[in-house]
C-alpha cells in the first residue's frame, strides 16, 4: 500500500443521514489535509492537520462537517445531517513534512458522495 | 494568498511538445511553484515543484522566469494519457498548513 487509500470510493446518502469518509495516509506523513471537489471545479481546502493536531479547519463549511484524526495517521471525515448541496468528491491528501513548501503532497483517488 | 492565472483550456496534437503557461505575478520570494495534474475520475498528482532554478524530472519541465512572475510546464511529447486539468499552485512554506490552492487549471486535450 504505497498511496493514499480512501474509502468508500462511492457513497450515496439520503439527505439528512450521517456519513464518515476514510483516509489511510501514506505511512510517516506528517501532514493530513482533505479537499472537497464539486463537479467541474478545483479542489477546495476543507482542513489540515500535523500529525493528530487539526491546525486549520477554516475551509469547513459548516458545523455540519467534522475531521477527527486521533492517532495521527488514519482520519475520517464526518457530515451531519447530509444536504445536496454536500454532493462532491472529497479528496484527501498527505504530505511528509508540516511547513515546508519543498515537498510533494500525494492525493487519494477521493470519495464521491452523492446525496438524494 | 498568492494566485495564479492560467488558460481555461489548451489543444495539443500528440508527440508534440506542449507548454502550459501560468502567470503569478504576486509571488513572494518564499513562494514555491507547484505543478499538479488531474486525470478523469483520479486524484490531483504531482508534477514538478521549483523556486528559482529551472527544473526537469521524468515527467516534465519547468521553466521559471526571471523574475518568478511567471512559469511554464513543458511536456516534452505530449500522450493521449497527458490529457488533463494542469493546476500551477504557490505553496508559501511560512503558512502553517502549507495547503495546496487550487485554482481552475488549464484543461489539456491531446488530438491523435
Known amino acids: 500500500g504505497a498511496g493514499v487509500s480512501q474509502s468508500p470510493r462511492y457513497k450515496v446518502a439520503k439527505r439528512g443521514q450521517d456519513v464518515a469518509l476514510r483516509c489511510d495516509p501514506i505511512?510517516?506523513?506528517?501532514?493530513l489535509f482533505w479537499y472537497q471537489q464539486a463537479l467541474g471545479q478545483g479542489p477546495e481546502f476543507l482542513t489540515y492537520?500535523?500529525?493528530?493536531?487539526?491546525?486549520?479547519k477554516s475551509g469547513l463549511p459548516s458545523d455540519r462537517f467534522f475531521a477527527e484524526r486521533p492517532e495521527g495517521s488514519v482520519s475520517t471525515l464526518k457530515i451531519q445531517r447530509t444536504q445536496q448541496e454536500d454532493s462532491a468528491v472529497y479528496l484527501c491528501a498527505s504530505s511528509l513534512i508540516g511547513s515546508d513548501g519543498n515537498t510533494e503532497a500525494f492525493f487519494g483517488q477521493g470519495t464521491r458522495l452523492t446525496v438524494v | 494568498d498568492a494566485k495564479t492565472t492560467q488558460p481555461n483550456s489548451m489543444e495539443s496534437n500528440e508527440e508534440e511538445p506542449v507548454h502550459l503557461p501560468c502567470n503569478h505575478s504576486t509571488i513572494s520570494g518564499t513562494d514555491y511553484i507547484h505543478w499538479y495534474r488531474q486525470l478523469p475520475s483520479q486524484g490531483p498528482e504531482y508534477v514538478i515543484h521549483g523556486l528559482t532554478s529551472n527544473v526537469n524530472n521524468r515527467m516534465a519541465s519547468l521553466a521559471i522566469a526571471e523574475d518568478r512572475k511567471s512559469s511554464t510546464l513543458i511536456l516534452h511529447r505530449a500522450t493521449l494519457r497527458d490529457a488533463a486539468v494542469y493546476y500551477c499552485?504557490?505553496?508559501?512554506?511560512?503558512?502553517?498548513?502549507?495547503?495546496?490552492?487550487f485554482g481552475g487549471g488549464t484543461r489539456l486535450m491531446v488530438k491523435p
Open positions: 505511512s510517516g506523513h506528517v501532514s
Open positions: 499552485i504557490l505553496r508559501d512554506p511560512n503558512n502553517a498548513g502549507n495547503m495546496l490552492t
Open positions: 492537520f500535523q500529525n493528530e493536531a487539526q491546525l486549520d
